[in-house]
């Protein structure tokens, strides 16, 4: 039979996203709309090792859907890989009444997650990334906040490498994947992107395009990288060395991760929030939320860490072409 739960514990980990906050607010309001307790667990595991604790009511997310960051602020929590850490936060949250547990982050916090509800905590995961790369769902709190700063910063760089004739190098974030760098280099017309899924290492090709690309007329030459390849700088000089164009690097760095978030971020941390209080007050455990072809769904967590995601050969092409 289905384990009722009464309290639930909410939770941010590893890197922090905008509509974080929008998504507390969800798990907050649900779960006393439902009759249940909230307690917020401060800094990720970390704060549940520590327990920073709080109780929350409806007011403590007041005020909060329009800002970036996370209240209940985040943290990496090496330690939280080890059983015994993962014991000892189970009974934290036992001497505390937790006994189910929102966490919003990535894949890493999930694994957490996993760990917590094999030992009788239920945990329900809701992904909070601006990277996009968990594979179980086609939407990731935080990404579309992301690309929208970094595409109109990435407009203004484009704006000076135009007046200058200059080659641009943009970093952006995303880890190990590309989708950030994708989706900003469509947007922003970019001639070149460099993701890590596709990077083919021939940087003498990227070069000659970059030459025949300035003898047809280009007035910049705009090159989205991926901090999966990084190494910015050096391409930079590389390019200004070979090509004779002047050259800069730009890494776009943490202001990607900040700012207010998007209406689609809001909404979907909304609805991912109030859809992991509804798992649990079905007695469900070791759950990721996921949104797939247009509908919210949910997987078990191994499933979903199983699961692999590459960016789309389509999208891909389009940028291309497009060029
Ligand atoms: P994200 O959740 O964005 O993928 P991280 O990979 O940094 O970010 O993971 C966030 C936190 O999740 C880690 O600092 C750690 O506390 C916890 N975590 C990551 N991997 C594991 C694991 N294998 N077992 C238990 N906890 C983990
Ligand atoms: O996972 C989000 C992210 O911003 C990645 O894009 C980036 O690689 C990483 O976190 C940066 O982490 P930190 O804030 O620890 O520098």
């Known amino acids: 039979m289905a384990k009722e739960v009464n309290t639930i514990g909410v939770l941010t980990s590893g890197g922090d996203a905008p509509g974080m906050n929008a998504a507390i607010r969800a798990v907050v309001r649900q779960a006393l709309a439902k009759g249940k307790k909230v307690k917020g667990i401060k800094k990720g595991y970390a704060g549940l090792l520590a327990e920073d604790i709080v109780d929350m009511d409806s007011k403590s997310v007041s005020d909060i859907i329009s800002r970036g960051g996370t209240i209940l602020q985040t943290a990496r929590c090496l330690e939280f890989k080890e059983l015994e850490y993962q ?23 999930f694994q957490g997650a996993q760990k917590l509800a094999r030992l009788g905590i239920n945990t329900i995961g809701v992904p909070g990334t601006i990277d ?114 002047e050259t800069r690097a730009t890494i776009l760095g943490h202001m990607q991760r900040g700012g207010n978030p998007t209406c689609m971020d809001r909404v979907y941390a909304s609805a991912m929030g109030a859809y992991a209080v509804d798992l649990l007050d079905e007695g469900k455990s070791n759950r990721v939320v996921a949104y797939k072809e247009g509908k919210l769904v949910d997987f078990d967590i191994e499933e979903a860490l199983s699961m692999n995601k590459s960016v789309s050969e389509y999208l891909y092409k389009v940028a291309k072409d497009l060029v």
């Open 87 to 109: 014991q000892k936060g189970a009974e934290i949250c036992k001497k505390h009444g937790i006994d189910g547990i929102v966490v919003i982050g990535g894949d890493g916090s």
């Open 132 to 245: 996009l790369d968990i594979a179980c769902t086609d939407y990731t709190i935080g990404f579309d906040t992301a690309i929208n700063t970094a595409m109109e910063a990435i407009d203004k760089v484009r704006d000076t490498s135009t007046s200058h004739e200059r080659c641009s190098v943009i970093e952006v974030m995303g880890r190990g994947a590309g989708y950030i760098a994708l989706y900003c280099g469509i947007a922003n017309g970019s001639e070149e992107i460099l993701l890590p899924e596709k990077y083919d290492h021939d940087e003498a090709a990227l070069i000659e395009r970059i030459k025949e690309g300035r003898k047809n007329g280009k007035e910049h030459y705009i090159i989205i990288n991926a901090e999966g390849i990084g190494h910015s700088q050096e391409l930079a000089e590389k390019i200004e060395k070979e090509t004779g164009m």
